[in-house]
């Protein structure tokens, strides 16, 4: 177990691990992000990117095939793509167009090749393409009323290698989930579904990352629940919900991530405790733990 | 700031606390339009889609509107009208919303004021408890559910004029702060029964004359006041526990200051708006100034958070607008002039202004989109977590790592051993 500390002047809102583990990129208030080389047991900073005007709340690693890029959102209403070449690392690329906060920032399955999605406090997501030859073409459109908290991509299915659809989750202040799918012929996004189930804001969603016998989306919420959702496998595409644990969490649920294998749910709440949960055989959920330091 | 929304009147009023709010607005006293007209009205608009739900004439003029949290039967809340007559009137939000009759929604009509009614507020704590003020220091205290015997708070010990703002305490229930025209601010008890302390703050360009004043969201000690004197339009902020000063002085308002929000689920936010026609962002914990917005074409003479939709804020003006706006906007400013629809109207002419875009860099989040933990799986089973210390603003990571998902439950045993 490795614990950093002090790594920034303020708040640390994300720290994410890159496709082999090696590297940490972290974001904070202080308007910065680092990037950490891990082995073992040792962490180095190896460097700082500064160029938010604001805080910083998430990173995203591309794939590997892609190079070496990571992309933040911050507070500033601002993407920005980062890249390491030859050790050297410089913001390649800005994307600037929401009103307000950034709050959440993906990459998408590589498949799709370097699409990224973002989630705005002024109520709208965009997703960007950049395309090989260097221009890009962002789609955005309105998903939640006062703001979009999270968004998380649907995996690809592999065994529908010639019918790929982009589709992904979205959370927001309006105490909902939606599910959107990529209409080509409109070139836009359009509601798959509605996950009804919160109370209040819904902070955090995770679609599973790997293809099981069914889809699963985690969405954690201001009103203290985690509820998970699996589509039906009637062909009926009906989304069925479960809630984590029949009691409520003591305060808010920040976050919710899916292991690789997508069988390990790793929940954070304002109590600062992290639990994980798997499902049993009988398709309920029960705790596998929780993580103390 | 995005525009959400702009409702064309001269009026003041109340958000619902909704998390999709509504306001109320009412025909506000002491204004006219082009017209002369002596016409009130009362409306409900649902600020997200811009449709008016509700729109009523009624016959008098108002100083003040207030909508409480939805209690008992009346699940939509109440809705409480300062009259310039003296009269403070009663609705049920959610009888004018589904029968659209005034005379079916009136929960109350009282006539206990002697003078105009000036300022109310429901009790955040308690809803069915409401404070009124009026002129002559009139203040009263009524309990909703038995609307015809209002108490006076007690014996004041600082001299009362026309009582401007009233505030409850968000902390403690008995306890409430008036300001108005004699230039102190009250603290009341109601369990004392008397005014326990006031506040007054002369500097070196003169008295302020304190007529609003606002509660720390969670501190019961803790409170702000603002001058409307144009001489000095300061904003002061103030821990009870000593009176004697002011804890941070905030300059920034070239004009007297009219309206004060604290923001409930953000302490470092403070919106203040004013005769210099300008609305301001503050952070009253440090006592700095964190922006502007755009200015009015006449006095900005109330300013509010949205209770349950702090995103969104309400202002409205002598200029003849309610302008509902986010709290951010990252977009580059624009250079816009606000025009009246008919140039030859000379009462539009004078009201016309150059708007100067805001100086706007709010880098200060609001606290509602700072998480306080984190966590992401990546390769091989590592679990990487954060945790913020919200206080002291540190912050520590963790990686751990599950070996494989058979093992979680013994591996996160072997970890909290």
Known sequence: MVTIGDAHDDLIHDAVLDYYGKRLATCSSDKTIKIFEVDGDKHTLVETLRGHDGPVWQVSWAHPKFGIILASASYDGKVLIWQEQNGQWSNIAEHAVHQSSVNSVSWAPHEFGAVLLCASSDGTVSVVDFKDDGTTSPIVFKAHEIGVNAASWAPVDTNKKDQQVRRFVTGGCDDLAKIWRFDAQANTYIQEAILEGHTDWVRDVAWSPSLLLRSYIATASQDHSVIVWTQKSDGSGAWEKQLLQAEKFPDVVWRASWSLSGNVLAISGGDNKITLWKENLKGAWESAGEVEQ | ?417
């Open chain 2, 1 to 417: 700031m995005v525009k959400v929304h702009e409702i064309k009147s001269t009026s003041t009023f109340a958000w619902s606390s909704d998390k999709k709010p509504l306001l109320v607005t009412g025909t506000v006293a002491g204004a006219v339009d082009a017209n002369f007209s002596s016409a009130s009205t009362l409306e409900i608009t649902d600020v997200l889609t811009k449709t008016t739900l509700f729109s009523t004439s009624i016959d008098a003029k108002l100083h003040a509107l207030d909508w409480s949290a939805p209690f008992e039967s009346y699940t939509r809340g109440l809705i409480a009208g300062a009259f310039e007559n003296g009269i403070v009137h009663l609705w049920d939000a959610a009888e004018l919303l589904s029968s659209q009759d005034l005379a079916k929604a009136i929960v109350s009509k009282s006539e206990h004021h002697t003078g105009p009614v000036r300022a109310l507020q429901f009790n955040p704590l308690q809803p069915y408890v409401l404070a009124t003020t009026g002129s002559r220091g009139e203040i009263f205290v009524w309990d909703t559910k038995k609307l015809s015997a209002p108490f006076r708070p007690g014996q004041a010990m600082s001299p009362m004029e026309d009582v401007t703002c009233v505030a409850w305490n968000n902390s403690v229930p008995h306890i409430f702060a008036t300001a108005g025209s004699s230039g102190f601010a009250s603290i009341w008890d109601l369990k004392a029964k008397r005014e326990v302390l006031h506040l007054s703050y002369s500097g070196a360009s003169g008295r302020a004359n304190l007529a609003t004043v606002a509660w720390h969201p969670t501190q019961s000690t803790k409170l702000v006041t603002a001058s409307d004197n144009d001489g000095t339009p300061l904003i002061l902020t103030w821990d009870l526990r000593n009176a004697n000063a002011p804890e941070k002085i905030m300059e920034g308002h070239t004009k007297g200051v009219l309206s004060l929000d604290w923001c409930k689920q953000d302490p470092e936010l403070l919106l203040s708006s004013g005769k210099d026609n300008c609305t301001s962002l503050w952070n009253p914990i440090a006592g700095t100034k964190l922006g502007e917005y755009p200015t009015t074409a006449n006095w900005a003479f109330k300013t509010r958070f949205a209770p349950a939709a702090p995103d969104l804020f309400a202002t409205a003006s002598f200029d003849g607008t309610i302008s509902v706006q986010t709290l951010q906007d990252t977009l580059e400013p624009v250079s816009t002039r606000v025009k009246s629809t008919n140039e030859d109207d000379f009462w539009s002419q004078i009201s016309t202004t150059d708007t100067q875009q805001p100086q706007f860099a709010v880098k200060q989040a609001p606290r509602w989109l700072k998480n306080s933990v984190a966590v992401s799986f990546g390769f091989g089973g590592k679990l990487v977590i954060v945790k913020n210390n919200m206080d002291d603003k540190t912050a520590k990571i963790v990686l751990a790592k599950i070996p494989s998902s058979d093992e979680v439950r013994s591996a996160t045993e072997k970890l909290s051993s």
